[in-house]
């Protein structure tokens, strides 16, 4: 039985990458800011509408960088949700700061923001939401709280490459959006990310930052890292970009097709299209909903995998209760989260996948 897993990393035919990387062995330069790293910022910069945009090494280090850059006070919390990957939580607590875990909305999974601002207090120095599945934050009541209360916003735009919001992009919603260029992602460099910030200071500060703090040869002014993107890594963003529009047509093609046949079947709730966004449909997440026609989640996604298809638990677990943090963020109380984290699953999604396949699993699926 062809075996189906959740994501396939898209890719440009092997000449259009090999043609990318040829001077390459010309130039010898294969890291530290070289052609193809200036290419594809530039390019980057236009598709996502952003003045000032970084390359990095990837989302993880994106989201270190951007709160490294911004800056605050070691312990400072940082109001966040734990229905997100891994990587926000362990971006935050590695960065010297708190975590401070708010609940989401059952209908889009993005922060509650009528929940935010009972969690701030004089050590806030942040609101770092998620946007999830390409479906957005609501960024004008987030908008409006950071401006309030005087917090800085950095959203973890790891899913939402490309999304626009009345037509705006996303990238230039809060101070910093940080993107993810994971090979599993809608828009991949193999590995890599990117920061987009509106502050020429701060952008200048986050490329100090991705190596080592270094100005010029003598001249060193932050204590920053390694987080460069490499030569190769941004030749096949610079290739996969060019196909990006045809991607998400592609992928919407499919999304419509499994709505189209799951889109009636009691007990299960899909993720609706936000009021005036444009989406990357990124994912297709299905919600396994209580009561009569209750199917258990966990049995599907077993009998899924009976049939060599792959599905994924995205998210879960929340990240508060991984062991690593031995119960010590369990207090914050986030039941929707909670509630999601044990009814959702991400059905398989990627360029290429076909509607036959996509038929198999929903007949799984209708069978229950
Ligand atoms: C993928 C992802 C990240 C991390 O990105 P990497 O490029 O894998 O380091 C961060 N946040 C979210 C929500 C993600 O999905």
Redesign the pocket.
């Known amino acids: 039985m062809k075996k189906i897993l959740v994501t396939k990393s898209s890719m440009p035919d092997i000449e259009e990458y090999i043609g990318e990387i040829k001077e390459l062995w010309e130039t010898h330069w294969l890291t530290n800011m070289g052609i193809k790293h200036e290419t594809l910022q530039k390019d980057l910069q236009e598709y996502l509408s952003v003045k000032n945009l970084e390359l990095v090494v ?6 270190e960088l951007a709160l490294q850059a911004l800056n605050f006070k070691k312990n400072s919390k940082v109001i966040t949700t734990p229905f ?2 891994a ?2 939580t362990h ?1 935050i607590i590695r960065s010297g700061l708190e975590p401070v875990f708010c609940d989401i909305n059952p209908c889009d999974f993005t922060i509650d923001v009528s929940k935010i601002e009972n969690l701030i207090d004089k050590e806030t120095c942040a609101i770092l939401p ?1 946007h ?1 599945y390409g479906n957005i934050c609501n960024v004008e009541e987030i908008d409006r709280i950071s401006q309030k209360y005087g917090l800085k916003v950095i959203y ?1 735009a ?2 939402a490459f490309g999304v626009k919001y009345k037509n705006k992009s996303i990238a230039n919603m809060g101070d910093i959006s ?1 993107f ?3 090979a ?2 809608v828009f991949n460099s193999i ?3 990117a920061i987009c910030c509106n502050d020429e200071d701060l952008q200048s500060k986050i490329y100090a930052l991705k190596n080592f703090g270094i100005i010029n040869s003598e001249e060193i002014t932050e204590v920053g890292t390694n987080a460069k993107m490499n030569e190769f890594c941004a030749a096949m963003g610079i290739c996969n970009l060019r196909h990006i529009e045809d991607d998400i047509k592609k992928r919407k093609h499919i999304i419509d097709h499994y709505t189209a046949r799951l889109r009636n079947k009691k007990g299960i709730r899909l993720n609706i299209a936000q009021e005036d966004v444009i989406s990357n449909y990124s994912y297709f997440p299905i919600i396994f909903e209580e009561g009569e026609a209750g199917i258990n989640r966990d049995k599907i996604y077993e009998k899924l995998m009976d049939n060599n298809i792959f599905a994924r638990k995205y998210f879960y677990p929340l990240t508060k209760s991984f062991d690593c943090f031995d119960g010590k963020y369990e207090h914050y109380e986030t039941p929707i989260a909670l509630e999601i984290s044990k009814r959702v699953l991400t059905l398989p999604l990627y360029v290429g996948l076909e509607e036959d396949d996509v038929d198999r699993i929903c007949d799984l699926i209708l069978e229950a």
């Open positions: 990837n989302g993880h280090m994106a989201l997100t990957f990587s926000t971006a998620v999830v973890d790891a899913h940080c993810s260029f994971h599993t992602k590995e890599g990310g």
